[in-house]
């Protein structure tokens, strides 16, 4: 490796963060599991450690090790998985960055809720953890109705409950337990095992993409949400079609938010809804907005929070001085289908042919088996379109999702 340009650790995520980084002169060391090595990356990378990197006890020596070698001066990710081995990395090998006391806040709900009550009371809500039948009597009792549960540690929606009324805790408290240690994709990673209880949050839900430099929070955008009765994501809006007084609350809440918190480098994506009572910070974690929010903001702002994400601490990309200007709106849409095994696909070759259109993403094919709705990870697909402002973009993606119809049936054995 020459000895002028940056090196920089990529930990896991799409092959786009290692592109990226490569376009802005880095050299790169990617960290990533296995069997999610491609041979893109191969194409790419400078160097590779193909191990599984949420096992902490194996990476400490390889990491040390490969530092030595390569002498990478950050280790970044724009993944969830990643954030924690990440900051983890950058404390061992002091290379600055967030910290890990930093992430496990933004990772572990029950801490966030815990620290803000302290430092931030005005933008959180009471919240206590589930540690027993009795509990949910006791949080009912003191909060009442309606009030959310969900996993500590869960992502994408899965296990979240809206509690209505007395009636329904004895099974919320059943579907809790059953759903401790339950296998899933992403379970290694994302364990279920403890929840909190939470009050809920009335209000339309957004979320806030940020890029903070050396304690500068710069609010890039902020997302407007389209979800489900069981608050699975069923779209997004960039820029969120809100109020220029609503929009400032937000805003304040989230630069609230990220300075209770401590983070003083890099990505933010903080959810957020705006209740009665002023805005109460749901949840955040430190990377980019899943669900292409990333590509929207690029389109929309032309602020690539990816790019910036790998490549900031290598010092080749211009600190803005303000907010980027807005150039136009963007949205996506995800599509939906009954559940039951793919029968067809139609629609999809001639969906993207409008100018307007970014993106058509299917993630299922003829034979593949289409889940409930339940969480992120039972949706089959999305598209991205643009428009000169938010309801043009947001009924682009609605048309050109609906011009795809995904056929289903389900077998017959399924049904007796």
């Known amino acids: 490796m020459s000895q002028s340009k940056q090196r920089v650790l990529i930990v896991g995520g799409r092959i786009e963060n290692v592109r990226k980084a490569k376009e802005q002169g880095h050299e790169v060391v990617f960290l990533q599991r296995p069997e999610l090595f491609l041979a893109g990356h ?70 966030m809720r815990r620290h803000l009550a302290s430092v931030a009371p005005e933008i959180t809500v009471a919240a206590e953890e589930l540690d027993g039948r009795e509990s949910l009597d006791r949080f009912a009792a003191a909060h009442g109705y309606p009030f959310i549960v969900k996993p500590v540690d869960g992502i994408a929606s899965l296990g979240l409950q809206l509690v209505r009324s007395e009636a329904e805790l004895d099974d919320v408290w059943a579907t809790a337990r059953e759903l401790r240690g339950v296998e899933h994709q992403f379970a290694s990673a994302f364990p279920i095992e403890r929840f909190v209880m939470e009050e ?3 209000g339309p839900e957004f979320s806030v993409e940020a890029f903070t430099f050396a304690g500068r929070h710069m609010i890039v955008a902020i997302t407007e949400k ?60 430190n990377r980019p907005g899943g669900d292409r929010i990333r590509d929207l903001v690029e389109a929309a702002y032309g602020f690539d929070i990816e790019r910036y994400t790998v490549a900031w601490a290598g010092g080749t990309l211009p600190e803005p001085a303000s907010r ?26 001639t969906a993207a042919d409008h100018p307007d259109v970014l993106t058509v993403a299917l993630d299922i094919a003829v034979g593949d088996t289409v889940r409930p709705l339940r969480s992120s990870w039972d949706r089959i697909g999305q598209v991205v379109a643009v428009g000169p402002d938010a309801d043009a973009a947001l009924a682009l993606s609605h048309k050109t999702a609906e011009a795809i119809v995904v056929r289903t049936e389900v077998p017959a054995d399924a049904t007796e």
């Open 42 to 111: 191969a194409e790419l990378v400078d160097a590779a450690l193909l191990v599984d990197y949420r096992d902490w006890d194996t990476l400490v020596p390889l990491i040390t090790a490969a530092h030595q070698v390569y002498g990478f001066t950050a280790a970044v990710t724009t993944s969830e998985a990643g954030v924690e081995p990440a900051a983890r990395i950058n404390d061992l090998l002091g290379l600055g960055g967030v910290s890990h006391e930093v992430v496990l806040l933004l990772r572990d709900k029950l801490l």
């Open 200 to 202: 809920y949050i009335d």
């Open 226 to 285: 389209l979800t489900s009765d069981n608050f699975v994501e069923l779209g997004h809006v960039v820029p969120a079609r809100v109020d220029p007084d609503s929009a400032r609350a937000i805003e304040h809440c989230v630069h609230t938010f990220l300075d209770a918190i401590g983070l003083q480098e890099g990505p933010s994506h903080t959810e957020v809804r705006l209740s009665d009572r002023g805005p109460r910070v749901i949840e955040s974690h």
């Open 324 to 349: 980027p200007a807005l150039r136009q709106a963007a949205a996506t849409r995800f599509l939906s289908a009954e559940p039951g095994t793919v029968t067809a696909v139609e629609g999809a070759e």
